[in-house]
């Protein structure tokens, strides 16, 4: 079993960066993914990353904004959230998965606590 913690959500301002950590103990070599879920909405898919980090996913709604990336010594993998808008205003949860790739929720065996990124207009 992984268990994961995510740090480094926080406020900012529309246009602002924030950079998401996940570390994760256990056993970790798995898929790693981060979702978010906004008040009154269901989780969605946000980024993947591959065990070796050679392959990665974005949604649509973030890509060329956001970067996932890993570093597997210290069993860490980060979102790096650029250009940020009033609507990506969510909880961010990392997850884990024996699966090869991860795209939805059920894909996923371990999850965080989550972490609140909150986005000002």
């Known amino acids: 079993q992984v268990q994961l913690v995510e740090s480094g959500g926080g406020l900012v301002q529309a246009g602002g960066s924030l950079r998401l950590s996940c570390a994760a103990s256990?056993?970790?070599?798995?898929?790693m993914a981060w979702f978010r879920q906004a008040p009154g909405k269901e989780r969605e898919f946000v980024s993947f990353?591959?065990?070796?980090?050679?392959?990665?996913y974005y949604a649509d709604s973030v890509k060329g904004r956001f970067a996932i990336s890993r570093d597997n010594a210290e069993n860490t993998v980060y979102l790096q959230m650029n250009f940020l808008r009033p609507e990506d205003t969510a909880i961010y949860y990392c997850?884990?998965?024996?699966?090869?790739?991860?795209?939805?929720?059920?894909?996923?065996?371990?999850w965080g606590q989550g972490a609140q990124v909150t986005v000002s207009s």
């Open positions: 997850a884990s998965s024996r699966r090869p790739t991860i795209r939805t929720p059920s894909d996923c065996t371990s």
């Open positions: 990353i591959s065990w070796a980090g050679r392959t990665t």
């Open positions: 256990g056993r970790t070599a798995y898929a």
